[in-house]
């Protein structure tokens, strides 16, 4: 519904050449088809909370059956829907930030913003690396001792597929960064080879 | 002089009681044994009411040296704590919350699955807490167990299990919610222990107050990341350990006082308060469901010794004179 | 290097690089990346605080609503509900300079009894009164000050989560605070509305683009017209209070119900097709994304503080000056609404409160105006730059659509964050308006 300015397919695997920023570009090795996947699958589990907790709601009401363990349910997921979601959310360039600078550079001096966002991306994708490799040890713990919410006797699920879907995004996420600022780079090269061929 | 720095975190905001007492009595008994010997002084960082380690990763947060020391709500961790909740799979035992917390400190010595589940979790174990009994808070008055039926009852987690088999649905909540669910309709009232109940208002929403006496349940205790404290200098770590068995005795004494005072003001504000008669409350633990086998089957199939954990947990309190109406480990 | 002296570096340096233009999110866990580490001298620890922070700050019943909010408001908007409505109160309030500003208010209270969290109202009416706002002329940093500082009412007006929460902290009657926010709720509403009629008549800049519009009487709808426009908001704002307040679910489920409801309304006036849907869905999600984000990672950063023992020292001091009763009550503001800048709202409270608490009680300030001048205080942090929650909400929902930059946004915020600070005052020296319902 929003008027994308530049969708996947309109340009090169690299990006146009002179677009303002690597947002909103197909990415290289159709890895936006991947993110777009996983984004998919986000909205679907959305969705998914609406019909639960009006099921829950309805049921509890008209039939006197509410359905146990919504509360846990939905905590959990909103951790899951947002880190499948988190890598395309960055591509579509939605992360929030101050642009008043950056326009400004883009316009007067736009190899420098080039630079600038790549040193941006590589920072996001380096604390990506760092939260990443911090999250794998929970993980195994959680399958390990088989970690659930919920109560013995009464509702019960596991929480290790949450903590699974929290890495996946991580991952992907920081693999976005990691491409972001490669197609930045490369957009900055291909300015300077154009001011050298102007020269 | 030598400078220790120290962060105790807890993820209850000091309004309950243990986090409240961390503060005023196990901290100062620290500095009061340090200050004694001159060596050493402790300079604390506070952080409470999970601004630094949220409830439910207390564990996790102390292990990894985010904090110290704090408050480990065992309860909120059942995974790794399984056998610390085993009062919460034997409801109806006993309203004394200082025997509780002897009774699992007792079996955490006897038996060495229990006390392993700290060590194994990076944490060494300074004391223990128990919360006040729980009762039930309704918005019509509760003589007989049928008065619940087909009424909506707020109990989260583990208390799910006191409820079915009465008639009574379970509704999930937690004490930030009863309120509203209580007052908007969501749930005709909730099991819940008298302090938090108080802390939440429920007696506003629900008026009709009936000490079921579901028990004082094992919660947590504090405890020290453990290769933090084995690098402490041993007068530090004798100052440590002996707050936490202050922290522990105060704690329940004070828990207890909090409770019959908690109970007046609910009176003064308008709650109509009623004890359940005893044949009752038996006729209520025998309509239940074998919880405490459930619990223990599940346990044992984890490798854990829960039915010595069970059988040692029943035999404490029946020795200790609590008139149980039903032995759980039977 | 004291802690205190890198907290207080990592927020200068957070300033720097949010202007920068590096991702707001990534500013705060960098810098609180490296702030635990030079706190502690360990990087482990560090690296640990973060995985932490990322599987348990948005992990509640409450927050995971949040997506169902939003799903809402863009469906209300598809719909079409949004802009009928707005198309009749600018009728309404034709003769109104600033009209739809005043509308927006009006609505934004009115939805207030519905929710319990300012993030819903921001993402709601971001879809519903912007657009129509820029439709009919309107200043686009006005129109996202509108939402942005009405939002501020979800919280304010009941139910109320960090009312719910100072209840909790402070032993005091939830009920009671309800009540007392109501007229707070109101007198902020009505000084909003005050503040854009002021802003219309002596500024019209800062409230229209070019020329104001001549009134046309002669394109009015007739009666009936606005009548059948105004049913599904009508039905759908009734059906929610009206769920909510006969018990049959609570104001965290009336985001599915709202969401079922407008959806409902959306087919039956056969604005949706399975493609547009899918649209909305799709960017449902990524508001969601962008802000929970944020949200962690403020979180991360709040963690940092309080490792940092700097709120710990700066309320010991506050407390150990022996300030009289009027001093405290200023410095405890100034130091709630400063902390609103960088921190969010519930960590306030949580940071705040306990060693506050007891020094009003000393002073026997009455616990529950306490509360309502805490509320207040807190949410003008929902406003203020650099962390602005509200704002941020917004730019989110907006996504491309109308592109605003964030700095224009937060000075078309500034006078209703200006509004707050006065009726925060006039609260503060007149506790009977707070207390006035209750008995
Ligand atoms: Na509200
Ligand atoms: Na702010």
């Known amino acids: 519904m929003t008027a994308s300015r530049n969708e996947p397919g309109a340009s090169g695997p690299t990006g146009g050449a002179f677009a303002p920023d690597a947002y909103n570009q197909a990415l290289p090795f159709g890895l936006h088809h991947l993110f777009g996947a996983m984004n998919a699958l986000g909205t679907l589990w959305i969705l998914g909370l609406m019909v639960l907790i009006n099921l829950d709601v309805f049921g509890r009401n008209l039939l006197s059956t509410p359905v146990r363990g919504v509360t846990e349910m939905v905590s959990l997921s909103i951790v899951g829907i947002v880190f499948l979601q988190l890598a395309d959310t960055l591509r579509t360039g939605r992360f929030t930030r101050a642009d008043v600078l950056m326009d400004r550079l883009k316009r007067q001096q736009p190899r420098v913003a080039d630079a600038l966002q790549a040193v941006f991306h590589l920072v996001g994708l380096v604390l990506m690396l760092i939260i990443l490799q911090a999250s794998w040890e929970p993980l195994v713990e959680s399958i390990r001792i088989r970690e659930y919410v919920g109560a013995v006797g009464d509702f019960q699920a596991p929480v290790w597929p949450i903590r699974l879907v929290t890495l996946l995004g991580l991952a992907t996420t920081a693999l976005c960064f990691g491409l972001l600022a490669w197609m930045d780079l490369k957009r900055m090269a291909a300015r300077g080879r154009l001011a050298g061929d102007a020269a | 002089q030598q400078t220790i720095k120290l962060t105790a975190a807890a993820g209850h905001p000091p309004v309950f009681l243990w986090v409240k007492t961390l503060d005023e009595v196990f901290i100062p008994e620290v500095d009061r044994k340090l200050a004694a010997g001159g060596k050493y002084k402790i300079e604390w960082t506070k952080a409470f009411g999970g601004t630094l380690v949220k409830l439910g990763s207390e564990s996790k947060g102390i292990a990894d040296g985010v904090a110290d020391l704090g408050v480990v709500s065992t309860l909120f961790e059942a995974a790794k704590f399984p ?125 009709y107050v009936t000490k079921v006496n579901f028990g004082a349940q094992f919660a947590g205790g504090i405890a020290i990341n453990k290769r933090r404290f084995e690098k402490l200098p041993p007068e530090v770590q004798a100052a440590i350990r002996e707050a936490g068995d202050k922290w522990t005795a105060e704690y329940a004494k004070a828990q207890s006082a909090l409770v019959d005072t908690r109970f007046k003001e609910m009176a003064a504000a308008g709650a109509k308060i009623s004890e359940l008669p005893e044949a009752e409350r038996k006729r209520w633990a025998d309509a239940l469901s074998p919880v405490a086998k459930t619990w223990a089957a599940d346990a044992q199939s984890k490798g854990l010794p829960a039915d010595q954990v069970l059988n040692g947990y029943m035999n404490s309190l029946i020795k200790a004179g609590t008139k149980v109406p039903r032995d759980w480990s039977k | 290097m004291s802690s205190e002296i890198i907290a207080l570096g990592s927020l200068v340096l957070m300033l720097a690089l949010i202007y920068a233009g590096m991702h707001v999110a990534i500013t705060l866990g960098l810098l609180s990346f490296v702030g635990v580490w030079l706190i502690r001298g360990d990087m482990d620890i560090a690296a640990n605080l973060l995985a932490q922070a990322v599987s348990d700050s948005i992990a509640s019943h409450i927050f995971g609503v949040v997506p169902l909010f939003v799903l809402t408001g863009f469906l209300v908007a598809y719909a079409d509900v949004g802009k009928d409505a707005f198309e009749v109160a600018n009728q309404a309030f034709r003769r109104i300079r600033g009209g739809l500003g005043i509308a927006t208010v009006a609505a934004n209270a009115v939805f207030a009894a519905i929710t319990g969290i300012s993030i819903a109202s921001a993402a709601v009416f971001t879809r519903v009164a912007v657009p129509q706002m820029l439709r009919f002329g309107y200043q686009p940093r006005f129109a996202v000050g509108v939402v942005a500082g009405s939002s501020v009412l979800g919280m304010l007006i009941p139910p109320s989560l960090l009312m719910i929460l100072y209840g909790f902290l402070s032993d005091q009657s939830v009920g009671d605070l309800f009540t007392a926010g109501i007229v707070p709720g109101l007198i902020l509403a009505v000084a909003f509305a005050g503040v854009i009629l002021l802003m219309a008549w002596w500024r019209p800049g800062m409230v229209y683009v070019g020329e104001l519009q001549p009134v046309d009487d002669e394109a009015l709808m007739p009666l009936s017209e606005m009548l059948l426009k105004m049913l599904p908001i009508v039905l759908l704002i009734g059906s929610i209070l009206g769920g909510i307040y006969t018990g049959l679910f609570t104001a965290t489920e009336a985001g599915a119900v709202g969401a079922l409801v407008a959806l409902l309304i959306a087919l039956v006036r056969r604005k949706l097709t399975l493609r547009s849907f899918w649209g909305v869905l799709t960017e449902t999600g990524h508001v969601t994304v962008s802000v929970s984000f944020l949200i962690i990672c403020a979180n991360i950063y709040t963690r940092m503080l309080a490792m940092s023992g700097t709120p710990q020292a700066m309320l010991e001091w506050m407390g150990a000056a022996g300030l009289g009763v009027v001093a405290f009550l200023v410095i405890y503001v100034v130091v709630v609404v400063l902390l609103g800048t960088i921190i969010d709202s519930s960590s306030i409270l949580l940071i705040m409160l306990p060693l506050m608490l007891p020094i009003a009680q000393q002073f026997e300030l009455n616990l529950i105006w306490f509360g309502v001048i805490t509320v207040v205080a807190v949410e003008i942090g929902l406003l203020t730059p650099p962390f602005g929650l509200s704002i941020y909400v917004i730019k989110s929902t907006l996504g491309r659509t109308v592109d605003i930059p964030l700095g224009e946004m937060f000075r078309g915020t500034a006078p209703f964050t200006l509004t707050m600070l006065a009726v925060l005052a006039l609260l503060m020296a007149f506790p009977q308006l707070s207390l006035m319902l209750l008995k």
């Open chain 2, 83 to 207: 056998l610390q909740n085993v009062s919460y799979y034997t409801p109806f035992g006993t309203d004394n919350i200082e025997l509780m917390s002897q009774t699992i400190a007792g079996l955490q010595k006897n038996i060495p699955a229990m006390a392993d589940a700290w060590n194994k979790n990076g944490l060494t174990y300074l004391g223990g807490m128990a919360l006040d009994s729980y009762h039930i808070w309704t918005k019509f008055p509760i003589t007989r167990i049928e008065d619940l039926n087909g009424k909506k009852i707020s109990a989260p987690g583990p208390a799910a299990n006191w409820i079915r088999g009465t008639g009574a649905v379970g509704v999930a909540g937690s004490l930030n919610t009863y309120y509203e669910d209580i007052k908007s309709g969501v749930s005709d009232g909730v099991v819940v222990f008298t302090t938090g109940a108080w802390g939440a208002k429920v007696h506003e929403v629900a008026p």
